[in-house]
């Protein structure tokens, strides 16, 4: 018996490849979340810490050894479906910016166990709304730029029609130089402007 059969070294590493990239989404806000929530409670316990030494004014620390808590602070289902059904809806190229946000809300609020998952549902909405207000534009650039690109082929094909640029009867200051004229009083960046009687 070798020892490549106790050990999982021999298998392919295709299950990776195999997942969804929305449920590998989830599973990682959802990670983030859960491991926010156990830093929270251990910065609770500390800040409970330190108010008793405070309160006391004696340090027992170094003689108390803390065990784990008993139960910790666990979302309901009901919520925890909610915040998963939310996290489908962010595309994978949004989970790092959403994780980002949501541990600069944390670094900045440091908020209580409870209201962790509070501030990870405003991060995940905040994501979903950003998120449908670039798909709208996206889909507004497309109209837009397929009705522009029609009616600017007309344009252009009716403009084309009008212009004939060998028959200008436009003056210009340099056929005065040329010829050696003296030029009208006119200005010239202003349109020249004629009745039909002229032609």
């Not at 925890?80 to 910016?97: F, N, W």
């Not at 995940?124 to 507004?140: F, M, R, S």
Request: glycine residues 4%; positive net charge.
């Amino acid at each position: 018996m070798s020892l490549a059969s106790w050990f999982k070294w021999n298998e392919p590493p295709s299950r990776i490849s195999q997942r969804n990239p929305t449920e590998m989404v989830v599973e990682t806000l959802m990670m983030e979340l859960g491991w926010q929530i156990k830093q929270a409670e251990k910065q609770q316990r500390e800040r409970e810490n330190e108010y008793r030494k405070i309160k006391t004014g004696v340090d027992y620390g170094w003689l108390v050894s803390y065990p784990k808590p008993k139960h910790s602070y666990d979302i309901s289902p009901g919520e925890r479906l909610q915040l998963e059904d939310m996290c489908t809806k962010i595309h994978p190229s949004y989970c790092g910016p959403v994780l980002l946000r949501f541990r600069q809300l944390i670094a900045e609020y440091e908020p209580e166990v409870q209201e962790v998952a509070r501030l990870f549902r405003s991060v995940l909405q905040e994501a979903t709304e950003k998120i449908k207000e670039e798909e709208e534009a996206k889909k507004l650039a497309r109209q837009w730029n397929t009705k522009h690109k029609t009616s600017l082929s007309l344009m252009t094909f009716k403009s084309r029609t009008r212009i004939s640029p060998f028959s200008s009867n436009i003056k210009t200051i340099s056929e005065d130089v040329e010829r050696g004229t003296e030029p009208t009083r006119r200005v010239w960046s202003m349109p020249e402007f004629r009745s039909a009687k002229d032609y």
